[in-house]
Every structure is written in C-alpha cells, then in structure tokens.
C-alpha cells in the first residue's frame, strides 16, 4: 500500500507489480502479523464468557511490540497467542508472568517445537574421548534408540537450563539402566568411538556419562501458559 502511494505521488517512478511486492520480506512479515492478529481474536473469542477477564496491559503492550519482531514463525506465534489468551482467561489466573513474553524472544523455533515434546523428565549422556578426557558431545538427548542426534537439541538443552526451565544433572543418573542404552547403541557412539581410535590409536576409547533433566516449576507453568496441551505435573 505505502508502494502505491510513493506511485501516486511521484516518489517513486515505477508502479510495484503485485507479485514482486507479495514476495518481499516486508509484505510476508505484515501477512505473519495479521495471522498472529486472528490468532490471537479466535483464541480469546474461545474463552468461556464466564471465564473471560481483562488481559494484563503491562504485559499485553511489551509482548505485541515483541512480537511484531518475532511473529515470522508458526510455532512462535502461537506461543504468544496462548500467552495472550491466557492472560484474558481466569483460569490461568496466577500462572501467566511478565516475563514470559521476553522468554519468546530467547526460544528459537527449533527451541518451541523441542519444549514441547520433552517428557517431564528424561535422561542426557555426554560422550568423553580418551585417555584425554576430552569432551566430544555433550548433553545429548534421544528421545528413543532409534532417534539419530540432532545437534541442535544440545543448545536448546541447555539455553532451557539458562532460562530456569530445566535443572540438569550431569553424572547423576536416572533410575532404571534401560534408559540409557539408547546412547551406546546410537550411531553417535560409534562416531565418537572411530574419532578416539583416530586421534589415540588402539588406547582411543569412549566413555559415556549419565546425567539428566526435569522441569521445574517455573519450566512447567510456562509450558502450560503458552501450549495448553502440556499440562502441570505435580
């Protein structure tokens, strides 16, 4: 719209072609806004009348304005359209806390979709190369023994340990030996493995160390507020 009017009034000389304007980056971030707009309307329109209240301003004005900046991904907005929703539902009265809208920022996508899927609790291995003691991989989550590692779960491991979300505990290991063998028989053992053996020669070996991660408090509430389907464990 702000092409046509340069158009109209002489700023620019070439009017835009609709489709080149559809494509740009600035066109595409305006569309996300919109979508996180009716997002958020459907979302509060849900609520039960009865259960209906005026959202926290101090907490709706930062959040739109942090959203207009992190609204280009699916899963972040709906992180704020939940949290949004559930500062105008008394249901949630109590659990919805200033600091989560600042919290969105801090997540990536990648960060949105992991929080999601973890298990209350679960268990982490680090892979150490000796005899250097040097670490190769570390808090390396498998959600089973078929699951190949991805890279990335690692830092948002550990950027959820940064936000309060998790509390990690490193050689502490979980009840229950099965757990755990999942990361001997994955293929990142066998990589860390083939690295020791080039690095040491035939001294070159790989020694696992299990640890954990369980949600706190804080963790599960946040959880809770901006995806309604984790609920609390007590």
């Known amino acids: 719209e702000q092409k046509l009017k340069d158009y109209k009034s002489g700023k620019i000389a070439n009017k835009p072609k609709v489709e080149l304007v559809m494509k740009s980056p600035s066109f595409i971030h305006a569309l996300n806004l ?3 707009r009716n997002k958020i309307l459907n979302k509060i329109m849900s609520i039960p009348q009865k259960k209906k ?10 959040l739109l304005k942090d959203a207009e900046y992190y609204s280009d991904s699916e899963i972040i907005r709906e992180l704020y359209a939940n949290l949004v929703a559930a500062s105008a539902n008394k249901d949630y009265d109590g659990k919805v806390h200033l600091v ?8 990536s996508p990648h960060d949105a979709a992991l929080l999601i899927r973890l298990p209350h609790q679960g ?10 003691f040097e ?5 390396v989550y498998l959600e089973d023994e078929n699951d190949e590692y991805n890279f990335a779960n690692t830092p948002s491991i550990q950027n959820f340990e940064r936000l309060g979300f998790l509390e990690l505990g490193r050689r502490v290991q979980l009840c229950g030996k099965d757990l755990y063998k999942r990361f001997e028989k994955n293929k990142i053992y066998q990589d860390a493995e083939n690295r ?3 690095i ?13 991660f369980i949600f706190t408090k804080f963790g599960q509430v946040f959880r809770e507020v901006c995806n309604p389907s984790v609920k609390l464990t007590n």
Request: hydrophobic share 40%.
């Open 53 to 62: 209240k005026e959202p926290d301003l101090s907490l709706i004005g930062p």
């Open 200 to 212: 040491y020669g035939d001294s070159g070996s790989v020694v696992l160390q299990s640890g954990y």
């Open 34 to 36: 919109n979508i996180l």
């Open 196 to 198: 020791a053996k080039e």
């Open 135 to 139: 670490v190769l991989y570390e808090d």
């Open 100 to 107: 989560f809208s600042s919290i969105i920022k801090q997540i």
């Open 123 to 132: 268990p982490l291995a680090s892979y150490f190369m000796m005899p250097g």
